[in-house]
């Protein structure tokens, strides 16, 4: 049995900066690259860097079956989220909304695994997964409202969402645990290989090469090596459960970057949905008291 403790806030804080600070940078990225190729070119530096840093480490490559099922699990998390956020917020939709929706990852894992994996879902998960629905659909109806349309856009981060939430799944049902530094090569690498296909048929260019770069830059190393190595740190000092909850605070705080980086002011829609959005990861994660206190080694998680 391994007893967890609190995360501290010196950890904590870093986390949700990190995962934050990535939905108003990567929509300055779009504003300076086409969507896919912004995703695809993160996702390549990404499978390089971690690549590196694996073998330096020794660490275990995933071999044979695993490891074209970690590739698929890399496509689904990596690929659909990152294309799917990218690509909504190239068309419209603001970083906070963004931000929302894939904060339901951890209330969706959990409802998918009850209905595919056969789950326990608590009464408690039961309850986040309802406040999640509504707070999604208070958020994307508000934003339906201000523009008048349903931005195609809005499609694209569920996408982003499921894609999400389908591939941890996968990753748990077809590999097990897996070294997050070659692992995460492995499924960066996948992801950018289908992504990249797509970033071969859109139209667009690069319109400002420093400011693409410089977002690049902060996306791959402080997102995914950053945050990678925090938020291990934050799974092995208050296990899983704990650190899934963090969740809750990316999407307030991804408004709160949204608005002086990109003007983007928070419709009241917004506002509601993200506090209803807070207390549905909150009860989405909450472990379940009659469970033994052990935590599950979780996948490897880039923001």
């Keep these: 049995m391994k007893r967890t403790h609190s995360i501290p806030l010196s950890l904590a ?10 939905f108003p940078t990567g929509k300055l990225g779009v504003a300076a690259a086409p969507p896919f190729l912004l995703t695809s070119v ?14 330096v480490s020794r660490s275990t490559w995933p071999r ?17 989220q990152f294309g799917g956020c990218y690509g909504a917020m190239s068309i419209g939709v ?18 998918l695994a009850a209905v595919l994996l056969r789950e326990r879902l608590s009464r408690t998960r039961i309850a986040g997964l309802v406040l999640g629905v509504i707070a999604v659909t208070l958020t994307l109806g508000g934003q339906v409202l201000a523009e008048g349309t349903l931005n195609p856009g809005l499609l694209l981060v569920l996408v982003g969402l499921l894609g999400f939430s389908a591939g941890g799944l996968y990753q748990q049902r077809f590999c097990g645990p897996i070294d997050p530094r070659a692992g995460g090569a492995v499924q960066s690498a996948a992801a950018a ?25 902060w996306l791959v190393l402080v997102g995914s090596v950053l945050g990678i190595t925090c938020y291990l740190r934050a799974v092995a000092v208050g296990g899983a459960s704990r650190a899934s909850s963090l969740f809750s605070a990316v999407p307030p705080v991804a ?21 209803l959005g807070a207390a549905s990861c909150m009860l989405g994660t909450r472990p379940d008291r009659r469970a033994p206190d052990v935590e599950a080694r979780p996948r490897e998680l880039t923001a």
């Design 94 to 111: 603001p970083a906070s909304v963004t931000a929302l929706v894939i904060a339901m990852n951890p209330v969706l894992t959990a409802a």
């Design 42 to 55: 993160r996702l390549v530096a990404a499978a390089a860097l971690l690549a590196v840093i694996a073998v």
């Design 255 to 275: 408004a709160l970057l949204a608005w002086p980086l990109l003007g983007e002011t928070p419709t009241i829609a917004a506002v509601l949905g993200i506090a």
């Design 13 to 22: 804080a870093p986390i949700v900066f990190i995962w934050a600070s990535g």
């Design 64 to 80: 044979g079956r695993r490891l074209g099922h970690t590739a698929v699990a890399g496509v689904l998390t990596y690929g659909a």
């Design 193 to 217: 290989a289908a992504v990249g296909v797509i970033a071969l048929f859109e139209h667009g260019q690069v319109s400002d090469w420093p400011q693409a770069a410089a977002v690049l830059a």
